[in-house]
């Protein structure tokens, strides 16, 4: 284990660094949170709003993925855009927080045009939180959904994205229960005016530094019994001009960061998933071929470092909780 010291020195650099570095620092992308606490809930709901016309793809690597529409998602079908992407709380329950996401894009009038009107493409995915807060029946629902993304839609350009205890981070924990988790978020700026952000869920099997196999914690009245099912769910954004194959392959090089920050990472018991958005607003550099590849190459490495980075911000900004199915304490409180 490491010690005291060790994570509060953890914490202390992720503070310093997540006060600049968010996920709408890509423009036009904004994140709305809803969570509930108390009374048997501690879960919640998160949305990325894109804009129009924005790229999206996937890459699900967890052996346990609570996800919804992601085989839309694939380069090869029709719709290559993405109006809305939810991250939920509830595991397979919560997945119905996406339909209150398509209602409230239906009724801006975003989606896919067919006769009559629009089909929003809103992909989802969920962790495992259920009974993390006492009722195991307390997990989102569609109203939840169309709350968190009416809250995106409603904050300002590059709005600070909230961090930890929020949105689907509200009942994430890692290392089986030993620590609290939540939501993170960083950004990195790239040649040509390119930035590359990440939200991150966190709520992992693993531990950050490797910390594989966590011992029980003074701090910690977790239930004892088999490991929680777990998730760490992503979002990756950028303002370059990507192509849906471009996009797919940026979603599956992110999956480095998690390998990165987290140990172990990709389990049986883990439902890990990385979805990619490409705004289109900055070209890359393809004056030839050997130009693409760097420039996509360095991209995709920039958002495998940016999910290392967002990980580590989620473990850093959670806080400490306690509830009726036990205590949760913080990564650097114990």
Known sequence: MFTFEARLSFVSKEQNRRMTSKI????????????????????????????????????????????HETDALDPTTLVPTVDAVVLTGGSAF??????????????????????????PIVPAAAIFDLGRGGDFSARPDEAMGYEAAGAAAASSERADVGRGNVGAGTGAVIGRGAFKGGVGTSSITLDRGVVVGALAVVNALGMPFGESSPRPESGSTAPAGPPSLNTTLVVVATNADLDPAECKRTASAAHAGLARALSPSHTLADGDTVFALATGAVGLDRSSEQARQVS????????????????????????SITTAAGAFPAYGAV
């Not at 809930?41 to 924005?54: E, F, M």
């Not at 209150?100 to 896919?112: L, P, T």
């Open 24 to 67: 709408t620092d890509v423009p036009g992308i904004r994140v709305g949170h809803v969570q509930r606490i108390g009374d048997g809930w501690l879960s919640g709901v998160t949305v990325v709003l894109p804009p129009a016309g924005t790229v999206g793809s996937v890459d699900v690597r967890g052996g346990g993925p609570g996800t």
């Open 94 to 119: 919560g997945l119905i927080a996406a339909h209150g996401a398509q209602r409230w894009c239906e009724q801006q009038g975003h989606g896919f045009t067919v006769a009559g009107g629009v089909v």
């Open 296 to 319: 996509l190459i360095t991209l995709q490495s920039a958002a495998a470092d940016a999910v290392r980075l967002a990980v580590r911000d989620g473990i850093a900004a959670a806080e």
